[in-house]
């Protein structure tokens, strides 16, 4: 392995070991907000984005006549004011905070050719349910991304249109980045971050973020894109207040 893959796999070890740690849930009588958005403020950048959105297919090789010759392709979803979608923001390394709940309906949908969403948030022990809609065969393949990529995680085939959903808890035993493929349609890509604490969103449409309940103090904030990568910034939080954040790629 040369220098780049050794500190390719080290980042994503600290990555995962950040998101990991223990988590003490306390009462946060004092607790603050972050709030922001994320975007694409390169203009070079935006402009590459905004034509991926536009331009970008994906060619559909099997059930064309369900799922049709292309698709577009989600890799990039940026508004027009270069506001970005499917971002994952998250504190690193929160020790303790408010209480969360991983009971809650985690789910991930074949729908028309697609994972449904494309990008998840779910709590590490939680349970992952698995959907199918489409009117073939899919599996849900998920892949360790990191640190080691393409490590297998699980295989669960469903039959189409079961009108059932197959409940899988060793999905997210453990904290860390998944990508989850279909093996019979290449094209299919969904993210799954499994996290150790509730402080992590998906940005909607907009782009915007609420992360609240934060116990006041310094942290580090994580935003991760599929394809843009990374941005870690500062953030302070005080007792009752909210703190604003504005993370460019």
Request: with cysteine.
């Amino acid at each position: 392995m040369g220098r780049t893959g050794m500190l390719l796999s080290l980042v994503g070890l600290l990555l995962i070991a950040g998101t990991a740690s223990a988590y003490e849930a306390v009462d946060v009588s004092d607790a603050g907000t972050i709030i922001g958005s994320v975007s694409v403020s390169d203009a070079r950048l935006r402009d590459e984005a905004l034509q991926e959105l536009g331009d970008e297919t994906v060619y559909v090789y099997r059930n064309q006549k369900y799922c049709g010759e292309f698709l577009p392709s989600e890799r990039y979803l940026v508004s027009a004011n270069g506001r970005l979608r499917n971002s994952v923001v998250m504190i690193d390394k929160i020790s303790k905070g408010k209480p969360w709940d991983t009971r809650g309906d985690f789910v991930i949908t074949n729908y028309k050719c697609r994972f449904v969403p494309h990008v998840l948030v779910a709590p590490k022990g939680g349970t992952m349910k698995l959907r199918n809609d489409d009117p073939m065969l899919h599996n849900f393949h998920f892949y360790r991304a990191r640190p080691f990529f393409d490590r297998n995680v699980s295989n669960i085939a469903l039959p189409p249109r079961a009108d059932l959903e197959v409940e899988n808890k060793k999905i997210l035993r453990k904290s860390g980045l998944l990508s989850l493929k279909c093996d019979a349609h290449y094209y299919m890509q969904a993210w799954v971050w499994v996290v150790g604490h509730p402080y992590a969103v998906v940005t909607p449409v907009d782009g915007t973020f609420t992360l609240d309940g934060v116990p006041p103090g310094s942290y580090k904030l994580r935003v991760w894109h599929e394809s843009l990568g990374e941005r870690v910034v500062d953030v302070k939080v005080e007792a009752g207040k909210t703190a604003s954040v504005h993370v460019a790629f």
